[in-house]
């Protein structure tokens, strides 16, 4: 026979299991607004970012978000170098946003010139999507689980969606959206690394990478010593164009700028 104690127990697990659980998905409030931002990499900053993109753009940004859009959707190795404070990674952090919550891209790897700048970029993405209210009304899917953490990581093992775990994850290098039945950007990963950081074997689970973002990869340092512009160059070729897999050609945008005459951006941007 059970007994009070049995029964106070069995509440209580009950309990848990709801306060972990996501409730139902909030719809989306304005499908038009949001149809309109996919196809076009700078509709998507003017609707939805603005906030960052409140300049009037210059014909150099709109020829570079083109190509931006052109790598998230259809795919392409693109390295374009541009002036510094010309707003290539803010573009970039757009386009991630954009492949993710889209759905364009299920793996998209960030490499900085350093672990510190990768983990920053992923550090403004992880604060957009935490605090974006047009975001958060027409992508719930993608949005409200990662509002029901309340800014908690350790919630990331226990949340769940219809009784089912979501496998989110809220790392400061990787961060994993949450597993949504139907939802397009389902299980996407966003992972942040250093250029000479490990990312040979690249994965999770059965998923490999097939979207790679190298922003700015040089230092005025390495920029200046041929050694380094040579390893930083073959880091490139070798490890991180290879991350989809074998026979695979992963997508990659690069946006850049030339430090020195000869430096590795240079070489990489140099059609000849």
Request: hydrophobic residues 40%; proline residues 4%; glycine residues 6%.
């Amino acid at each position: 026979m059970a007994t009070r104690r049995d029964y106070m127990a069995a509440r209580s697990i009950e309990a848990a299991k709801s306060a972990m659980d996501i409730g139902k998905i909030p719809p989306v409030k304005n499908r038009r607004r949001r149809n309109k931002s996919e196809k076009s990499l700078k509709v998507f900053c003017d609707t939805y970012l603005s906030d960052k993109f409140c300049w009037a753009w210059s014909q150099d940004q709109k020829d570079a978000i083109a190509l931006l859009q052109r790598v998230v959707t259809d795919g392409g190795q693109f390295a374009f170098a541009m002036y510094r404070g010309g707003g290539k990674t803010s573009m970039c952090e757009a386009a991630v946003l954009s492949a993710i919550l889209y759905g364009h891209r299920k793996f998209v790897v960030v490499v900085g010139a350093t672990d510190a700048a990768a983990t920053d970029i992923l550090g403004t993405i992880k604060y957009i999507l935490e605090s974006n209210e047009l975001l958060a009304a027409d992508f719930p899917e993608a949005i409200h689980p990662i509002t029901m953490l309340e800014g908690e990581a350790r919630r990331c093992n226990r949340q769940t969606y219809k009784s089912v775990r979501t496998r989110i994850e809220w790392g400061q290098d990787r961060i994993t959206l949450a597993t949504i039945p139907k939802a397009a950007c389902s299980g996407t990963v966003v992972q942040a690394v250093g250029i000479t950081g490990r990312m040979l074997g690249m994965k999770r689970g059965n998923l490999r990478p097939d979207c790679l973002l190298i922003d700015d990869p040089q230092s005025r340092e390495s920029a200046a010593s041929p050694t380094q512009n040579a390893k930083r160059i073959q880091i490139v070729q070798r490890q991180a164009l290879k991350l989809a897999g074998p026979k695979k050609r992963i997508a990659c945008m690069m946006p850049c700028t030339i430090i020195f005459p000869g430096d590795m951006v240079d070489e990489l941007t140099d059609r000849q």
